[in-house]
């Protein structure tokens, strides 16, 4: 009787235990689907992180929320999930775009976009070029408005899903 009795108390203990979701899997998106105008064919270059054609950094229009980021930048890292959460939400209703900066190789990026559930697309600065129109440091979030004006840049870490939120309404007129 004891054993039946500490085999039901393991049992129901073992069943009460928490576990912790699983981390969603990204995927390295296509950057064919991100709105561009075709006549900019001048300025900053940039590939896509999976290989399809990439764009002209100016040629950019949104509305779109532009997050520049590194697989070594450790407050990069802890921005993502609320850009993977607030994305679950605004997808569809504002494009959210990574750029890759000073990156060793595109596969760092692609394992980096993977690995924390980035299901967005991504491009890649091969030559860190966008220095020169981002500035230095990561990470840094552009708001970019359907002409392609930059209507607010946060430098710094986004602290939560509902700071997005906020500044999305704020600054691209979006409601999420």
């Known amino acids: 009787m004891k054993k039946i009795f500490f085999l039901v108390l393991v049992l129901l203990l073992s069943g009460c235990s928490k576990t912790e979701p699983a981390a969603q899997k ?30 002209v950094i100016e040629s950019l229009r949104g509305p779109m929320i532009l997050n520049v980021w590194g697989s070594w930048c450790t407050t990069c890292l802890e921005e993502m999930p609320e850009f993977v959460s607030f994305y679950s939400k605004a997808k ?7 750029i890759a900066v000073e ?21 890649y600065d091969r030559e860190n070029d966008t220095r020169r129109y981002f500035g230095m440091g990561v990470p840094v979030t552009w708001f970019i408005d359907a002409s ?29």
Not at 29 to 37: F, I, K, L, P, Q
Not at 42 to 51: A, K, M, S
Not at 150 to 175: C, D, N, P, R
């Open 92 to 98: 569809g209703k504002v494009q959210l775009i990574g």
């Open 148 to 176: 392609g004006r930059a209507a607010f840049k946060k430098i710094g870490v986004i602290e939560s899903e509902s700071e997005l939120v906020e500044l999305t309404e704020k600054y691209l007129g979006v409601k999420i």
């Open 103 to 123: 990156e060793a190789s595109p596969e760092n990026s692609q394992r980096f976009i993977v690995k924390h559930g980035m299901t967005w697309p991504n491009f």
């Open 26 to 55: 990204g995927v390295v998106v296509s950057c064919e689907s991100v709105t561009r105008d075709e006549s900019v064919i001048e300025g900053i270059e940039l590939e896509c992180v999976d290989g399809s054609p990439g764009a």
